[in-house]
């Protein structure tokens, strides 16, 4: 779906993709890479069906119902191999609200961020999501967001 990379700070910003379901149960992934000293937060991640966008297909997409990781409704994959970094957590500090999710993986092991969700094939859903890069101390090279259907 996308690739967002970069090695300068980011304020959060919101994406936005339509994907058109080939499958009823497809896994929205977000696959993140960073230098030691970048963190990438992602927060209001949503899925809707845009014939109608005020029924929410993932769990806790805001993380506000966690306070532990991994997150309620969510999976994280490799977070425990992640090289020199932390492996990505829930926090509620540095969000654009409330709770969010923070990954800090070296670019050689990536920290997955994944949840399925119910789809009818052949429908559009909308997918958002609020994203924000900070460089710690000004070092580090190019971080990376990989967002995908699976």
Do not use: H
Not at 104 to 123: E, H, K, M, W
């Amino acid at each position: 779906m996308a690739i967002i990379t970069g090695t300068a700070t980011v304020a959060w910003t919101q994406y936005k993709y339509n994907y058109t379901a080939n499958k009823t149960v497809p896994i929205l992934s977000f696959a993140i890479g960073a230098p030691t000293y970048d963190t990438i937060y992602l927060d209001d991640i949503s899925v809707v069906d845009t014939t109608n966008s005020s029924v929410q297909l993932l769990n806790n997409p805001s993380f506000e119902n966690s306070l532990t990781t991994p997150p309620t409704g969510w999976d994280v994959w490799c977070s425990s191999t992640c090289g020199t970094g932390n492996g990505g957590t829930v926090v509620n500090s540095s969000c654009r609200t409330g709770n969010c999710y923070k990954g800090r993986c070296s670019l050689t092991n990536d920290d997955y961020l994944v949840q399925p969700f119910p789809a009818i094939v052949g429908r559009v859903y909308s997918i958002s999501f609020w994203y924000q890069r900070v460089k710690i101390f000004g070092f580090g090279g190019t971080s990376t967001l990989d967002v995908g259907i699976i």
